[in-house]
C-alpha cells in the first residue's frame, strides 16, 4: 500500500481490520484514514453492524414436533445399539 | 445447573438421562444451524438425528478438549456440507452482487448512512428480517455457506477450513463479500425506509 491509503484499499483490507489480524503499520495507515473520512467511518461501523444484525435475525428455533421425534429416534437407535452389545 | 462437562461425564459412563439432557441443551443451536444452511427444515431435521446418533457412538473417543456443544455442532455442519456436495449439480461462478463503488482515485462514490446503532436495538424490525432472509438466499452457495458459519454459527476460519475442505484465505476473501453484499441490501433497507 502506498503512504496514503484510499477509501478502496481500507475497503478490501476491513475484514482482516475487523479480526485485528493486520500488521501495526498497516493498521495505523487505516486508522489514519478513518479518523479523516466519515464515509469510511460510517462504512465501518455498518459492516461491522452486518454480522450483528444478520445473525440476529436469522435465529431459529426447532419446532416441538421435531424435538420430539429427535427424542424417539435417538431412543429407538440406541437402544438398537445396546442390544446388538450383549 | 449441572454442567455439560459432568453430563459428558455420565453419559460417557453409559447414563442415557445424561446423554438425552445434553441434546436438549443443543438441539436448537444445532438444528438452525443446518435449517440455513440447507434452507430446508425436514432436511436439517435429519441431519439433526443423524448428528446426535454420531456423536452418541463417539462417545467414547470423545476426550473433552473443546466443549461437547461445538463439537456435536462441528458434526452437524459436517453432516450439513455432505448433504450440500451431493446436492449441487451444477458448479456456480457467480459472485455476489453489490458491493462499495469506488472514483478513479479510490473513493466511495456514494454518501455512506450509518445505521449501525440499529444493531443494537431490543427488537428486530419484521421488514428488516424478510430483506435480511432474502438477501442472503440470493447469495452464491459457496459465499452464504462461509458467511452463516462464520457470521451467524460463529465458527473459526480453522473450523471453516476444516470442514468445507477450502483454504482460510479463500474463506475469508468469500466472507468478505458476501459481507459487502448484505451490508449493500441492509443499507438499500434504509435507504427505501427513509425515502
Ligand atoms: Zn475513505
Redesign the interface.
Known amino acids: 500500500m502506498s503512504a496514503t491509503s484510499t477509501c478502496q484499499d481500507c475497503i478490501d483490507l476491513l475484514l482482516d481490520y475487523v479480526d485485528g489480524e493486520l500488521p501495526a503499520d498497516t493498521k495505523a495507515k487505516l486508522d489514519e484514514h478513518f479518523h479523516g473520512c466519515q464515509p469510511c467511518e460510517d462504512f465501518l461501523a455498518t459492516y461491522q453492524a452486518t454480522s450483528t444484525l444478520c445473525r440476529r435475525s436469522l435465529a431459529k428455533k426447532m419446532p416441538d414436533s421435531v424435538a420430539a421425534k429427535l427424542h424417539d429416534f435417538l431412543r429407538h437407535e440406541i437402544s438398537k445399539d445396546r442390544d446388538g452389545e450383549r | 445447573m449441572v454442567e455439560d462437562s459432568v453430563l459428558l461425564l455420565r453419559a460417557q459412563a453409559g447414563e442415557?438421562a445424561a446423554?438425552?439432557q445434553l441434546?436438549?441443551r443443543h438441539?436448537?443451536k444445532v438444528?438452525?444451524m443446518t435449517?440455513?444452511m440447507l434452507r430446508s427444515?425436514d432436511d436439517?431435521?435429519e441431519v439433526?438425528?443423524e448428528a446426535?446418533?454420531a456423536a452418541?457412538?463417539k462417545l467414547p473417543e470423545f476426550r473433552g478438549e473443546s466443549a461437547f456443544g461445538s463439537w456435536v455442532y462441528r458434526i452437524a455442519a459436517n453432516y450439513a456440507l455432505m448433504r450440500l456436495r451431493h446436492r449441487k449439480v451444477t458448479a456456480q461462478v457467480e459472485e455476489p452482487e453489490g458491493g462499495?463503488e469506488?472514483n478513479e482515485?479510490?473513493?466511495?462514490i456514494d454518501?455512506?448512512?450509518?445505521?449501525?446503532p440499529?444493531?443494537?436495538g431490543q427488537t428486530?424490525d419484521a421488514e428488516?428480517?424478510n430483506a435480511?432472509?432474502e438477501a442472503?438466499a440470493k447469495l452464491p452457495e459457496e459465499y452464504r455457506q462461509v458467511?452463516?458459519l462464520r457470521?451467524?454459527e460463529g465458527l473459526s476460519y480453522e473450523e471453516i477450513a476444516t470442514a468445507t475442505g477450502d483454504s482460510v484465505p479463500a474463506i475469508?476473501s468469500r466472507?468478505?463479500r458476501a459481507?459487502?453484499s448484505?451490508?449493500a441490501a441492509?443499507?438499500r433497507f434504509y435507504a427505501d425506509r427513509a425515502s
Not at chain 2, 454518501?111 to 449501525?116: C, G, I, L, Y
Open positions: 442415557m446423554f438425552e441434546v436438549e438441539q436448537h438444528f438452525a435449517a440455513r427444515d436439517a431435521a439433526v438425528q446426535f446418533l452418541y457412538k462499495p469506488f482515485r479510490g473513493s466511495l454518501e455512506v448512512a450509518d445505521w449501525s440499529n444493531a443494537e428486530l428488516l428480517r435480511i432472509d442472503s458467511f452463516l457470521d451467524v475469508k466472507l468478505h459481507r459487502l448484505l451490508r441492509i443499507d
